[in-house]
């Protein structure tokens, strides 16, 4: 879908649109203009966001979400190595679920004249939309052009070449005009219910990256979570690098910042310091090479002593070492993942009601033929009492009147 | 003896609208039609679609139409296609071809009617003016005598 464009013209834009970023609110005391996809897709900066995306695999990316494909659970017994290499595996997977969503500048407003025939005026009393659909045409470069009833011909704006995108190219959920979720009474419901990640990715794919209504709807709803400070509600999601970006652009760190430190995150806290003072470079408070974490925070608060109020949580932390909302998260974390047990099997509890048989261990005898701990040892028995054993399901019923014999 | 042809590939195929629409619901494709000298026994032998004209403005207003340009230009270019009146006015508003005489005169007409629309309106408001004005003198009159 994104097209890179070559670096020549990336550039020369840039230098078009320096002076104001939609990025960028204007009531921070930003004075440089700033590029700020360069700024996204640079490489230090993707570092320091992966890492503050913390990969949460049972609670997050791989909970349980409503679909269309349907699948079944699957649960397998695994040695511990097979379990570290499939957790490893999944990390991996989810490392590609939490692919960031682009930050990108707005597509520009303004509209080209192409013709204009006074002669014309008023032909007809509506608007014609022209759109080509060229098998080639990508819905990035589709032309689509406007004739005004007064008889003026135009290109299309940024909402009206989407919507003959959507009109001609249908998409699965992806309807004609933006669903009412995305306006303020209904996409306030949805917050309130901490659906944030929902309307989020809906609005990735309705969207194009670069449309002005998807940064703007993004905007309100990062504003809003910072406003509530529920942070919990996007961690570990797509779009958790994006909204830090725009908050360490906007120099806004200071309740994520807090919120980190309450959980005594100090490696997340120096991150996001780090990433704030890379995109706003200033000699005067710049970070020395061999500084450490603590370091870096420590000298934060100096500089910024001005959010001293907001960031109680973390000096708490600094300096009694309090770690305010550890066991409130914990609750909350086991209410979550609410009264689902963790079986775990081993030779101690293979035999008895808490292994895989259940209940039904009583009626059948268990016989381990590798223990854990002796390896080897157990397998010379075997071999000697060895007796013709069938595979698969025949083995079960082969053993049951064996055992209603004894 | 009759002579058989792949209509596709004989002479001269012209570009029309075709009514797809259903009862008062009006909606036209833009297709390419085989020779006229096939008769009319090919007349509903569309060669191909190359877009679309919903006649029926949508809740903003706009009337849309879609146009596979690439397409359009072999059927014209490579072919000679005969160009119906409706679509020639179409090409010409989307700015592909000079704009269609028939569109010129069907803006006069608009503005004429509009005009004279206009004028009769500000006549009758400036008769009902004259009207109450009258009867208010007459009273006064009564009054005097």
Known sequence: ?406 | MRKLVIPKYFGRPSIGLALFGCTNRPFYHICVFPDRALGRRYESNILEQVGTFDPLPNSKNEKLVSLNFGRLKYWLGERNAHVSVPVLELLGLSGLFPIHPKTFVRARDNREVLKAKEAAAIEAASKKEDEEVAPEEQQSVAAKV
Not at chain 1, 199 to 223: Q, T
Not at chain 1, 225 to 252: C, D, K, M
Not at chain 1, 270 to 290: C, F, H, M, S, Y
Not at chain 1, 365 to 379: L, M, N, P, T
Request: net charge positive.
């Open chain 1, 1 to 406: 879908m994104l097209k890179f464009k070559p670096l020549l013209k990336s550039s020369l834009g840039s230098e078009l649109r320096r002076g104001h970023s939609a990025w960028v609110k204007t009531n921070t005391s930003s004075s440089s203009s700033v590029d700020v996809e360069q700024l996204f897709i640079d490489d230090e900066v993707q570092k320091l966001l992966t890492n503050l995306t913390e990969i949460d695999l049972e609670n997050k990316v791989f909970r349980a979400r409503r679909t269309t494909i349907q699948q079944r659970s699957h649960f397998a017994l695994m040695t511990e190595e097979r379990l570290e290499k499939t957790m490893e595996r999944m990390r991996e997977e989810a490392r590609r679920f939490l692919q960031f969503v682009p930050v990108k500048e707005p597509r520009t407003q303004t509209v080209k004249v192409l013709s204009q025939d006074p002669d014309l005026e008023t032909f007809d009393t509506s608007k014609f939309v022209f759109t080509d659909i060229t098998f080639d045409a990508t819905d990035q470069d589709r032309t689509v052009v406007v004739r005004e009833p007064n008889g003026l011909l135009r290109t299309s704006t940024p909402e009206e070449h989407d919507r003959m995108n959507r009109t001609y190219y249908q998409k699965p959920n992806r309807p004609v005009f933006p669903p009412s979720l995305f306006q303020d009474p209904f996409l306030q419901d949805a917050l309130d219910r901490n659906e944030h990640e929902f309307v989020l990715d809906w609005a990735c794919w309705f969207y194009e990256p670069d449309d002005p209504a998807f940064i703007e709807l993004s905007h309100k709803i990062f504003d809003r979570i910072n406003a509530r400070r529920n942070f919990e509600t996007i961690t570990s999601t797509r779009h958790f690098g994006p909204f830090v970006f725009y908050l360490a652009l906007n120099e806004n760190i200071p309740p994520l910042l807090n919120h980190f430190g309450g959980t005594g995150r100090i490696k997340e806290c120096a991150n996001l310091i780090r990433l704030q003072k890379t995109l706003r470079p200033d000699w005067r408070v710049t970070i020395a090479k061999g500084d450490s974490d603590e370091k870096i925070v420590k000298d934060y608060l100096k500089q910024n002593n001005r959010f001293r109020d907001e960031l109680t949580d973390l000096v708490a932390f600094l300096e009694r070492g309090v770690i305010k909302s550890k066991l409130q998260s914990r609750e909350t974390r086991t209410v979550a993942t609410g009264a689902r047990k963790q079986a775990t099997v081993n030779a101690r509890n293979v035999r008895g009601a808490e292994g895989p048989l259940g209940n039904l261990s009583e009626e059948y005898a268990v016989k381990v033929v590798k223990s854990e701990g002796s390896e080897g040892g157990d397998f010379e028995q075997r071999k000697l009492d060895k007796t013709p054993q069938r595979r698969g399901r025949w083995q079960r019923s082969s053993s049951k009147p064996r055992n209603k014999n004894e």
